[in-house]
Nanobody, 121 residues
Framework: QVQLVESGGGLVQPGGSLRLSCAAS????????MGWYRQAPGKQRELVAG???????NYEDSVKGRFNVWKDNAKNTVYLQMNSLKPEDTAVYYC???????????????WGKGTLVTVSS
């Protein structure tokens, strides 16, 4: 069994910063790509930032230059640093990871339960 647990969400004023963390735990053999998605009320879930096993990153256009994603392989943890936050960044942020477990020889996608980020004055 694998779990992804996010932390770091909250309320922040426009222009402020937050750091999200997502730790993967369980019978993990290897982790392929990890990433962050978000879903605002009434909108579809969208990819915010992703990072591959090799460390290559990609970002949604609206967060380029403001958000930074990186991972700590030793801790099976991915981070999302969010700077210059805007009200339109308000959403539930979900962690996503493609993980091979000790029992299954293919990578399976896992999701965290989400953490709410509210950008408001």
């Amino acid at each position: 069994q694998v779990q992804l647990v996010e932390s770091g969400g909250g309320l922040v004023q426009p222009g402020g910063s937050l750091r999200l963390s997502c730790a993967a735990s369980g019978s993990i053999f290897s982790i392929n790509a990890m990433g962050w998605y978000r879903q605002a009320p009434g909108k579809q879930r969208e990819l915010v930032a992703g990072i591959t096993r090799g460390g290559s990153t990609n970002y949604e256009d609206s967060v380029k230059g403001r958000f930074n994603v990186w991972k700590d392989n030793a801790k099976n943890t991915v981070y999302l640093q969010m700077n210059s936050l805007k009200p339109e960044d308000t959403a539930v942020y979900y962690c996503d990871a493609w993980i091979r477990t000790n029992a299954v020889n293919v990578a399976v996608e896992y999701w965290g339960k989400g953490t709410l980020v509210t950008v408001s004055s």
